[in-house]
């Protein structure tokens, strides 16, 4: 109840005061890529439970000569690199922590089709609500390997403390600032995640 209320304490406010800024990234995204301007996933939410994550959409819809889409790489435009470069693209997740979906610190929400590929210790990492940050983000984000980043969400859900949150809140500011981590590199953001050990 407590780390609610503390989510709510800033998510409605920063929402109210970054309204302008995601008005204006809503408009420059419907001009430089076109409708949807969201970009809307199903993710694994607290416990696995799937939930739809909200985010404006840094790619175009562009599809090879085999008629599936080309690589993120190639999708990427280079307004959405940008706003990758200073998450702010993950803006509209903020409707995500109110409507109590997310948290706003926590592991981040992957792809529901890894759920089968974790060893048991990794799916841990859904004990807790999922996060827009988390311990993992502010210790190497996407420059790190899987399993550091589930090790650390794991370390975060048998630590996590509304001090802990203050913690990474403040040292995500300064990470978003200075662009760490934003990709692995070779790639938009992070490889494919295909299991720990060669398990699948």
């Not at 610190?105 to 590929?117: A, F, H, N, S």
């Not at 827009?132 to 794991?154: C, H, L, P, S, Y």
């Amino acid at each position: 109840m407590i780390k609610r209320i503390f989510d709510l304490a800033i998510s409605i406010p920063a929402l109210i005061l970054l309204t302008p800024l995601i008005l204006f990234l809503a408009i420059m995204v419907r001009i430089k890529m076109g409708s949807p301007v969201l970009f809307v996933q199903v993710r694994p939410g607290y416990r696995s439970k799937p939930i739809e994550l909200f985010k404006f959409r840094t790619m175009i819809n562009k599809n090879g000569h085999d008629g599936k889409p080309l690589p993120d790489e190639q999708r990427l435009v280079p307004f959405g690199t940008w706003m990758r470069r200073f998450s702010l693209d993950e803006l509209p997740q903020l409707f995500n922590v109110i409507k109590g979906e997310l948290s706003l610190v926590g592991p981040r929400p992957l792809l529901m089709e890894y759920l089968d590929r974790y060893t048991p210790e990794q799916a841990r990492r859904h004990e807790v609500k999922p996060g827009i940050t988390g311990w993992a983000q502010i210790n190497g984000r996407n420059n790190i390997e899987w399993e550091e980043k589930f090790a650390m969400d794991v370390w975060y859900v048998d630590h996590s403390s509304l001090w802990l949150d203050v913690v990474i809140l403040w040292r995500t500011i300064g990470k978003v600032f200075r662009s760490e981590g934003i990709s692995k590199q070779g790639h938009a953001t992070m490889p494919t995640f295909m299991g720990s050990s060669g398990e699948q």
